[in-house]
């Protein structure tokens, strides 16, 4: 059995969740090391890209989030095995990747900078990404992203939706989401209350 062990910040989001997510609903034992965001300087040192998250399998530390999510995907039978589906199941990764980065430029910015920044992502870059997840679930059967099932596109995908929706993000409406793809307002409710989901962030006390 080899032993693993994920680092991420201590919250309940961001670029680990999906792979945390599929390594409890698979019942795959792992450390799930969490820091504080003001532990990130001392935590980044000891990362190969100064980035998280990363997973250690056994003494190996390894980096990308999308390729952790995809190996936790295997190991807890989250990942399309026919090509075709693990295909569009990358696809659909791959753009939560995208905007996950787009996001990712408006933090550090304030003010006017930030409000303009976000305000783009509004008109523009979220509606047209948005659009493009909720014809992707409807192509492909309207429950899920790949394979009829549930896989690690689908845990990317709440967790980004999620937290799009969450008011965290200044300048960012709650009802983007809804006004813009009310079917993936849907979507992310029914993905959220699948028992092992819901449970599980029922007992870390994190909604
Ligand atoms: N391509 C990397 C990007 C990782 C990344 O940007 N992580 C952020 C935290 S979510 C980070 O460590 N940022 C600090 C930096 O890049 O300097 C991945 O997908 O894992």
Known sequence: MDRLKLTYFDFAGGRAEPARLALHIGGIAFED????????????????????????????????????????????????????????????M????DLNIKLGATFGLSGDELKNARGALVSDVLPTYLRWLETQLENH????????????????????????????????????????????????QRVGSLPEIAQYYARLGAA
């Not at 890209?49 to 980096?63: F, G």
């Not at 791959?94 to 990747?97: R, T």
Request: proline fraction near 6%; charged fraction near 20%; include cysteine.
């Open 33 to 92: 090391y969490r820091f504080a965001p003001s532990d990130f300087p001392e935590v980044r040192k000891t990362t190969p890209l100064n980035q998280v998250p990363t997973l250690h399998v056994n003494a190996v530390q390894v980096t990308q989030s999308d390729a952790i999510s995809r190996y936790a995907g295997k190991l807890a039978g989250l990942y399309p095995e026919d090509a075709f589906q693990a295909l569009l199941c990358d696809e659909v």
């Open 94 to 97: 791959g753009a939560l990747e």
């Open 141 to 188: 059967g309207g429950m899920y992203f790949a394979d009829n099932r549930l896989t690690v596109a689908d845990l990317k995908a709440f967790t980004l939706l999620r937290w799009l929706c969450s008011g965290k993000l200044d300048h960012i409406p709650v009802d983007l989401v809804d006004a813009v793809a009310p079917k993936l307002t849907t979507y992310v």
